[in-house]
């Protein structure tokens, strides 16, 4: 059995995090070997429903659940975590436009990026799912001067998948037969999802499909497909957006398939012309817990013309913010040279905080 990877989760009592927590602990995320410790964070009026979380954890006993720990602040619940998974920010509200959110979510991912640099380990892997999440994963970023920017992203993947299953369901294809599908730009309505590299079976998909559905209907109906399920359901997308947190982190960690990328909001390196030092989403492939960006696909004018219009969302939004970016972390953004320090996970010595009050459930009391 491996040593356990600690897991920090904030806004771990809201929608995606109860479809997320059960399948972390049951070893979707890492596999069936890789024992987890889930250091879960949420504000101080939702700690009575984490505690009711955390209640569900330990009735299920998951053989790999080695640890559960609860706090009301991210700077303990960020203590030596290996991989965190930012899931709270501000909801949007009646009225509200998305500048008014970028507003309102700045303190938080300013906060939690500084409680990063400052307490995790040094090779901590970030997704950012709270949206905007491109900008908060920006803001993030650029607080945490000792991290490097590489170690912060943003989740595209539930639009990566959303690509694969309305391709498989058009196409009549199994989504397991689709590859190198890619999403392009922001997480907003302003994404592109690309069919052109697509392939089942190894051949070209994009010559067979109608262009007109692909333009018209495929393509508008990815970028608003977080708006059709609200209106269908009257909430979020909680399920799917915690399977492709899933999917983003096991591919980070353990790699892409052969032959194959997906789709992450990274920083940009400036690949394909995209403005350097925004989080904007490629395709990569995953290698021994790096990324890279795919290199050399082929773009017609039509596809950079959408590239464009969603990096000028990007650079809209970080012109907004771009007075909580602090400036000594400018130059680490806009000349990025290295995608990880190490692929490695690094270890913390024993901790005695396990022993502390936050800890609700530990099940290695005898070795």
């Not at 938080?108 to 990026?113: A, M, W």
Request: charged share 25%; aromatic share 6%; proline share 6%.
């Amino acid at each position: 059995m491996k040593r356990p990877v600690r897991i920090a989760i904030t806004g771990a009592a809201g929608s995606i995090s109860n479809s997320l927590l059960f399948r972390i602990a049951a070893g979707d995320m890492f596999g069936p070997d890789q024992p987890v410790i889930l250091q879960l964070i949420e504000r101080p009026e939702a700690m009575p429903a984490l505690h009711g979380m955390a209640m569900e954890l330990e009735d299920c006993a998951f053989p790999l659940l080695h640890t559960v720990r609860l706090h009301d602040n991210a700077e303990a619940g960020f203590k030596n975590v290996h991989y965190a998974i930012l899931l709270g920010a501000r909801p949007r509200g009646p009225g509200m436009e998305r500048k008014d959110l970028l507003s309102a979510n700045a303190e938080i991912f300013s906060r939690q990026g500084r409680a990063l640099n400052d307490h995790a380990n040094h090779d901590v892997k970030v997704v950012v799912v709270g949206n905007p999440a491109n900008t908060n994963a920006l803001i993030a970023s650029r607080n945490a001067p000792d991290l490097s920017p590489s170690q912060f992203t943003a989740m595209s993947r539930l639009d990566h998948n959303r690509t694969k299953g309305m391709l498989a369901n058009h196409t009549g294809c199994n989504p397991t037969d689709i590859r190198r599908v890619a999403v392009w730009g922001n997480h907003s309505a302003t994404q592109y999802p690309d069919l052109r590299h697509a392939e089942t079976f190894g051949m070209p998909v994009f010559p067979s499909l109608d262009l007109n559905w692909v333009e018209n209907d495929f393509i508008p109906r990815v970028q608003k497909r977080g708006a059709e399920v609200i209106a269908a359901r009257g909430q979020s997308s909680a399920a799917s957006a915690a399977n492709a947190v899933i999917d983003h982190m096991r591919d980070w960690a353990l790699g892409t398939p052969p032959g194959d990328f997906t789709s992450m909001c990274i920083v940009s390196d400036g690949s394909y012309g995209v403005a350097k030092g925004i989080v904007f989403s490629f395709p990569v492939c995953c290698r021994y817990g790096r990324y890279q960006i795919v290199q050399n696909l082929a773009m017609d004018e039509a596809s950079l013309k959408r590239l464009k219009t969603t990096e000028a969302e990007l650079l809209e939004e970080k012109a907004a913010v771009d007075h909580l970016l602090p400036k000594e972390t400018e130059e680490a953004h806009n000349n990025l040279s290295i995608r990880l320090r190490s692929g490695a996970v690094r270890y913390a010595e024993e901790d005695n905080d396990d022993d502390s009050p936050a800890t609700v459930l530990r099940t290695d009391r005898v070795m």
